[in-house]
């Protein structure tokens, strides 16, 4: 059941990282946002749009490749931590 708990848990940060990057393709909820939060938008790219006028903008894929590794890395410290007690 713990395993069941860490793979939801994980999928659950993939699917938010994979929403904050430019790769999501799904449009599942009305274009006013998701829960009336404009934005939450259908179409993803978080993070295009954080960086878009700054001088990190060009970066982008770069920053969310770091942003993915380093929380996939401390995700799994945090499963060790709790699997060693």
């Given amino acids: 059941m713990k395993r069941f708990?860490?793979?939801?848990?994980?999928?659950?940060?993939?699917?938010?990282?994979?929403y904050i990057s430019r790769f999501w393709i799904f449009d599942l909820w009305p274009r006013s946002g998701l829960l009336g939060i404009q934005e939450l938008r259908p179409n993803g790219g978080l993070l295009a749009r954080?960086?878009?006028?700054?001088?990190?903008?060009?970066?982008?894929?770069?920053?969310?490749?770091?942003?993915?590794?380093?929380?996939?890395?401390?995700?799994?410290?945090a499963f060790d931590r709790l699997s060693s007690q």
Avoid: N
Wanted: proline share 2%.
């Fill in 5 to 18: 708990f860490g793979l939801a848990i994980t999928a659950l940060v993939c699917l938010i990282l994979l």
């Fill in 50 to 77: 954080w960086l878009r006028g700054t001088g990190l903008g060009p970066y982008e894929l770069i920053i969310w490749a770091i942003l993915v590794f380093l929380s996939l890395t401390y995700l799994q410290k």
